[in-house]
């Protein structure tokens, strides 16, 4: 019964759509259509679904009455109508061949041999090959290889459609109406959050976030109310073939319009308007606005990074540029406040011109609220350090002595303050220093250093370790 497509019924289009996208490359979307039901067995249809749905996520219930109907079996249909298919499936069958010899045309009558485009089953295993040519048996006999010219078939071969259908076989109790949600997940759908954060040159800042989405389903939704679920989902990944094509943006400008609410361990943003998702589309949505926002800028001497071992020799010592942060944090003090989902932060400042100039980006995880935000620029280009080892003794066989030295120079014209980052393993101890230190955790010792314009300090401690 499913195959036979004129007895199908099909269905309008939803009178209500609310879609959820996740940032992991999937949607779900939930529609309200109306069915208009026969009494007995019978095909329902519903065509403007998107080509990357995931057929075995489709669910489909009465809302008005879930009892007068009952769904005997579902099918997804996907072998759409196109000249490689219909001549794929008319491989066998008589065609007819229209081809130009010099000023005359030349029609051909007989059997299609082998469609344009073939792929077969490597006969010695492994991955399948494709081969382009077509061949025909002339009703006189002759085989023609790689024609050029038109072809005739006399009918479209049989279960080709023109879209993604679903398709329901359906017991219905009574000829009725009544409205049903229909429920899946289509790949093809994506967002991300990006964020501009431009400084004053103060100390203060101001952060826009947008959210970028990008529709590559094969479907589009006119007036849904849109959702985007921020949080890493567990799901089962299969491969699959995306289609690409040209994004069109589009930017709205305003405050943010989206409400933000806790949803189990993640977090939903529910766009407080209808949204037009168009397919291959990037659209753009104003996320959240943040202005005069205190900004920390640090700069971190981390000379050594992962594994130590100190009898290799001098690890760590020469030059070391320091790396620039700036951080801030995440609270409603700060003119903030809102969880902020991953993304890319670029970050602006004007020049004396009032030019905006690009100072770096990076990216950030999942942030919840009242947390800091660290933000890597690169690596500072007046102030400067050097480090050095200038001695080291065995105690014994398993523990040792060394000294170092870290000299800082600032050769900016604005005082900074520089942290130095001294890393060591196993159980160590420093047992003279040149100024106080803070134990950040097992391995780091933090020295800080302020720093006038053009001074220059050194930070000199010997430490003891032992294995």
């Not at 600032?410 to 196993?426: D, F, T, W």
Request: hydrophobic share 35%.
């Amino acid at each position: 019964m499913i195959g036979m497509i004129a007895a199908v019924l099909a269905v309008s289009g939803p009178t209500q759509t609310e879609l959820t996208i996740y940032n992991q490359g999937f949607g779900l979307v939930k529609e309200t259509r109306k069915f208009s039901f026969r009494q007995g067995r019978q095909t329902i249809s519903v065509e403007d679904v998107p080509s990357l749905i995931q057929p075995t996520s489709v669910g489909i219930r009465g809302l008005t009455d879930a009892n007068a109907f009952s769904v005997l079996e579902q099918n997804y249909q996907y072998d759409l109508i196109s000249p490689q298919a219909i001549l794929n499936k008319s491989v066998g069958k008589r065609i007819r061949f229209v081809r130009s010899v010099g000023n005359l045309k030349e029609v051909v009558e007989g059997t299609l041999l082998s469609s344009p485009i073939a792929i077969v089953a490597n006969p010695q295993g492994g991955s399948q090959q494709t081969y382009n040519g077509m061949v025909i048996r002339t009703d006189d006999n002759r085989i023609l290889l790689n024609p050029t010219g038109e072809i005739d078939v006399a009918s479209v071969p049989e279960g080709l459609i023109s879209k993604p259908t679903l398709l329901w076989d359906v017991q219905a109790e009574r000829a009725h109406e009544q409205s049903v949600e229909l429920c899946y997940v289509s790949n093809g759908l994506s967002w991300s959050a990006d964020y501009v954060l431009t400084l004053d040159g103060t100390g203060g800042s101001d952060v826009q976030g947008w959210v970028t989405l990008n529709n590559s389903s094969g479907a589009t939704w006119k007036d849904a109310k849109l959702k985007l679920l921020a949080g890493d989902v567990n799901v089962i990944r299969e491969q699959i073939r995306m289609p690409t094509g040209r994004s069109l943006g589009v930017r709205l400008r305003g405050k943010t319009e989206f409400q933000e609410e806790t949803l189990f361990e993640y977090h939903l943003y529910t766009l407080e308007r209808p949204a037009t998702v168009r397919n291959r589309e990037t659209k753009q949505l104003s996320l959240l606005e943040g202005h005069g926002i205190p900004i920390q800028k640090r700069l971190v001497v981390d000379s050594i990074s992962g594994r130590y071992f100190p009898t290799e020799g001098e690890i760590g010592t020469g030059d070391v540029k320091p790396q620039v942060r700036l951080e801030f944090v995440n609270d409603k003090k700060s003119g903030l406040g809102m969880p902020l989902p991953k993304g890319k932060f670029k970050v602006y400042q004007r020049d004396k011109s009032g030019s905006v100039q690009l100072l770096g980006e990076d990216q950030i995880d999942h942030t919840p609220r009242n947390e800091r935000v660290s933000l890597v620029m690169g690596r500072s280009f007046d102030v400067v350090a050097s480090r050095k080892r200038t001695s080291f003794n065995w105690i014994k066989s398993n523990s040792w002595r060394e000294s170092f030295e870290i000299e800082v120079r600032n050769r900016s014209a604005m005082p900074e303050s520089v942290e130095v980052l001294e890393r060591h393993y196993g159980d160590w101890t420093i047992t003279s220093k040149s100024q106080e230190f803070a134990k950040l955790d097992s391995n780091t010792a933090q020295f800080k250093v302020d720093l006038l314009p053009n001074q220059v300090k050194k930070v000199i401690y010997t430490v003891e370790t032992k294995w």
